[in-house]
């Protein structure tokens, strides 16, 4: 399997990629950067977005646009480089962010939090309902779905829509639940998958860590990829959790897979860069970058934000 840089400008921490189907365009966010950008494999055109804040998620809307999590709430735009409508803002301090998210497959929005400090279990993950017939005028109804984390992750679900997955970061765990998209209850909660920590002492390049989990997608035979945060990976896990297989990745810190391209068979994943040490940045000199590579299995298309 071969890697390609798809796009050769990096960020200091690219994260939330989709591929839109309608404008056969990939989007994603540079937390770092405070900016959203998108990219045409067809023409090669790069476009972006400066932010007036971290950009941690993002998904399309299906009225157009997008829905963004941003540092201190949920944000609606109603086109590329619109100005930015607050849906519901959070009072979770200074100290937190929206992380990863994304949409369900009936249209909720899904974003988690990253307690910045990483001293104590501080993180949340919420789902924003502002579909029409959400029993509140359209107007958002906010669930808080887990607690008592510090960097909430890998979400996704499962095809036939009866598996919800989450990976908190801090603790090298991914999670699964039993989930009904329609009444939207997360139940019979297991450990999907957990990886070995990191040894005390472990520097970047070292033997003997294999990372732990950040973002996350699902292809359509049901296996959950997750990138490898330090782990220069990406694991594509049976629905048994098993490992089914391992891609290395050329850079030490991959955050997020997605599937894209017209058949969904590209695999796209965001990196970062900020941060990485010198001797890293040598042997990963396009750290930051997406790269992109074919596979077997189309992955499963993006959800829509519904409002």
Request: charged share 25%.
């Amino acid at each position: 399997m071969t890697w390609q840089v798809a796009v050769p400008e990096p960020d200091g921490l690219g994260e939330s990629p989709f591929w839109h189907p309608t404008e056969q365009r990939l989007y994603w966010v540079d937390i770092r950067g405070r900016r959203v950008r998108r990219f045409d494999p067809a023409t090669g055109a790069r476009e972006q977005w400066e932010l007036p804040q971290e950009a941690g998620c993002i998904a399309p809307a299906a009225r157009g646009g997008l829905v963004l999590g941003l540092r201190d709430g949920i944000y609606r735009a109603r086109r590329w480089g619109g100005s930015l409508e607050p849906l519901v803002r959070f009072g979770h301090g200074a100290h937190s962010r929206f992380n990863d998210g994304k949409a369900d497959p009936l249209g909720r929005f899904w974003a988690g939090t990253y307690y910045e400090p990483k001293d104590a279990r501080k993180a949340d993950l919420y789902c924003i309902d502002c579909r029409p017939d959400n029993g509140n005028g359209g107007r958002p109804l906010v669930q808080l779905k887990v607690t008592n984390t510090m960097n909430s992750n890998g979400l996704a679900w499962s095809p036939d829509q009866r598996t919800l997955y989450w990976a908190d970061t801090a603790d090298h765990t991914v999670h699964a639940w039993d989930w009904g998209a329609r009444g939207n209850a997360m139940r019979h909660h297991r450990v999907f998958r957990r990886f070995d920590p990191k040894p005390a002492g472990w520097q970047p390049g070292q033997p003997g860590y294999g990372g732990r989990p950040d973002g996350a997608a699902v292809d359509e035979e049901g296996h959950y990829w997750i990138a490898m945060f330090e782990g220069g990976r990406l694991l594509r896990i049976s629905p048994a959790g098993e490992v089914a297989a391992e891609l290395e990745v050329p850079a030490r810190c991959p955050t997020m897979p997605c599937f894209g391209g017209p058949d969904r068979r590209t695999l796209f994943v965001t990196t970062a860069r900020h941060g990485r040490g010198p001797g890293e940045l040598a042997a990963f000199p396009d750290s930051g970058c997406v790269f992109s590579t074919r596979v077997d299995v189309p992955g499963l298309p993006a959800n829509f934000f519904v409002d």
